[in-house]
């Protein structure tokens, strides 16, 4: 496992190192085409540079608490939802993670989730409400094990360094544009300049647009490439986590047949989420610009494994099913000899609910997040008390029994 934590962490620093060459040169050609090739591109490349350099220490040491705050989590207890709490302890106990996540739920009816944090040891997984309300534990298990193997495989860090690199490219070079347009372009410029030094100049400034133009693609296809062999590889390590690949693949089914879209996703958080959550109707969920692979195809490998849960099982399952000899899994990983351990048995059957004792479930949920407080009246009716409410009882609406009110 060591040996894949290693080509994981070699292959995100390439790539950290591919985007910050992007965004350096284009730097340098921004800077030659306003102000000379000679100290321009020095200065374009300075100016890169700080700017890289103060958005990643910015990621390094509040990237994660951007993150959480943008997509409205907020950390909970184990009263709040204890199921969750249980099942995440279990998957950092399989994993062996020396620290508990932190545990996050977001109040929006779309279910999905994500992992973030800069370490193993700083790191927090984040639930919508809605996932909690459609899926069962087992379902759950799967998810949440996905999660823990971004932890333990080191995504976390690149998904949020790799997302800061993008977005100053993204920066720079709107910026760039913006200015060249509403300038009304660059022919004022070369007007005092002589003819040779003007078409040089003319042909640093045609190189800058066009760079500005594909350099923000580049490194999104850059990361996309990555981004779908990592997904692939925390499906593979969730399997190893819960012995049970179809809790993750029935909660894959269920969270791409959803219809609710998730608001506080955007192009820079979408990537950490299982499924990506831009997806609108309509439209597939994983195309060429997408950040992960099909879910159709996730889920077939899943349950192409024939109730086994290894490596090897997993890279034989994704060879059949894609039609490849390409590996997901490093050689070290394959080459070790398999001890085979029953697959666990379903803890949950998935039995449907109807849409009511959904939306109740979901409203339970996102009202314990707020510290509502609950109460059970002996006739059977649940009381749903808000936060700061002032009387020490109430009053059953059903029975008329007054009830005591434990402060939330």
């Known amino acids: 496992m060591w040996e894949l934590i290693k080509a994981n962490q070699r292959k995100s620093q390439i790539l950290f190192v591919m985007m910050g060459l992007c965004l350096i040169t284009l730097g340098y050609l921004i800077g030659s085409a306003y102000f000379g090739a000679a100290e321009g591109g020095l200065i374009g490349i300075l100016l890169a ?6 958005l990643s220490l910015v990621s390094y040491f ?34 062996g993670l020396s620290k508990m996540p932190k545990v996050y739920i977001i109040n929006a009816e779309a279910p999905n989730a994500f992992a973030t944090g800069n370490s193993p040891e700083n790191c927090a997984i984040a639930v919508t409400a809605g996932l909690l309300a459609k899926l069962n534990r087992d379902e759950l298990q799967g998810v949440v094990a996905h999660e823990v193997s971004h932890i333990t495989n080191r995504d976390i860090r690149f998904v949020t360094f790799a997302g800061v690199m993008i977005g100053a490219i993204v920066l720079i070079s709107d910026l760039f544009l913006r200015g060249f347009f509403y300038s009304g372009g660059s022919s004022k410029r070369y007007n005092n300049k002589s003819s040779g030094g003007g078409q040089a100049q003319l042909i640093i400034f045609v190189f800058a647009i066009l760079f500005a133009i594909l350099a923000p693609i580049l490194a999104r296809l850059l990361y996309f490439a990555i981004s779908r062999k990592r997904e692939y590889l925390a499906d593979a390590s ?18 791409s047949q959803s219809s609710e879209e998730l608001p506080t996703a955007n192009k820079v958080t ?4 299982i499924i990506n959550p831009l997806k609108r109707k309509g439209m597939k969920i994983s195309d060429l610009t997408s950040t992960h692979p099909p879910i159709s195809e ?18 034989k399952a994704y060879s059949n099913v894609k039609r490849t000899t390409a590996k997901i899994i ?27 004792a959904h939306q109740r479930n979901l409203g339970d949920i996102m009202m314990a997040v707020n510290n509502y407080s609950f109460i059970k009246c002996d006739c059977g009716l649940k009381m749903k008390i808000p936060p700061g409410f002032a009387k020490k009882e109430v009053i059953c609406p059903k029975c008329g029994k007054m009830n005591h009110v434990i402060s939330s």
Do not use: C
Not at 270 to 273: C, D, L, R
Not at 298 to 315: T, V
Not at 334 to 353: C, D, F, Q
């Open 270 to 273: 979408a990537p950490m989420y």
């Open 330 to 356: 490093p050689d070290s990983e394959l080459a070790k000899v398999i001890t085979h351990v029953p697959v666990a048995s379903a803890i949950t059957r998935s039995t449907p609910i109807s849409a009511k």
């Open 238 to 255: 969730a399997t190893r986590l819960t012995r049970y690949p179809e809790g993750l693949a029935s909660a894959l089914e269920k969270i």
């Open 49 to 54: 540079t700080i700017l890289w350099l103060a």
């Open 62 to 95: 509040a990237g994660s608490s951007i993150i959480l705050s943008v997509s409205n989590a907020k950390e909970v207890t184990p009263e709040v939802h204890s199921q969750l709490f249980n099942v995440v302890e279990e998957m950092k106990i399989a994993a």
């Open 298 to 315: 996730r889920i077939r490998i899943l349950r192409s494994m024939a109730g086994n849960y290894n490596y090897q099982d997993y890279q």
